[in-house]
Nanobody, 120 residues
Framework: QVQLVESGGGLVQAGGSLRLSCAASGSIFSINSMGWYRQAPGKQRVLVARISSRGNINYADSVKGRFTISRDNAKNTVYLQMNSLKPEDTAVYYC??????????????WGQGTQVTVSS
């Protein structure tokens, strides 16, 4: 059984910062990519940032220069530092991880989501 648990969401004023964390636990052999997605009300879930096991990083254009993704492999944890937040960043943020367990193949897991609300 694998779990991804997010933390760090909340309410912040425009221009402020938040740091999200997502810890993976359970029967994990290795973790390949880890990422953050967000879903605003009435919209589809979209990629915010992701980081591979080798440290290759992709960002959505809308967050480049403001958000930073990082991971601590020893803790099976991925972080998202969000600076200069804007009201349009308001969404539920989900982390995911592509990982290898005791079963053959790779599997995609999602966290439960954490609300980020940016007030103007």
């Amino acid at each position: 059984q694998v779990q991804l648990v997010e933390s760090g969401g909340g309410l912040v004023q425009a221009g402020g910062s938040l740091r999200l964390s997502c810890a993976a636990s359970g029967s994990i052999f290795s973790i390949n990519s880890m990422g953050w997605y967000r879903q605003a009300p009435g919209k589809q879930r979209v990629l915010v940032a992701r980081i591979s096991s080798r440290g290759n990083i992709n960002y959505a254009d809308s967050v480049k220069g403001r958000f930073t993704i990082s991971r601590d492999n020893a803790k099976n944890t991925v972080y998202l530092q969000m600076n200069s937040l804007k009201p349009e960043d308001t969404a539920v943020y989900y982390c995911n991880a592509v990982l290898v367990t005791g079963q053959p193949g790779e599997y995609l897991y999602w966290g439960q989501g954490t609300q980020v609300t940016v007030s103007s």
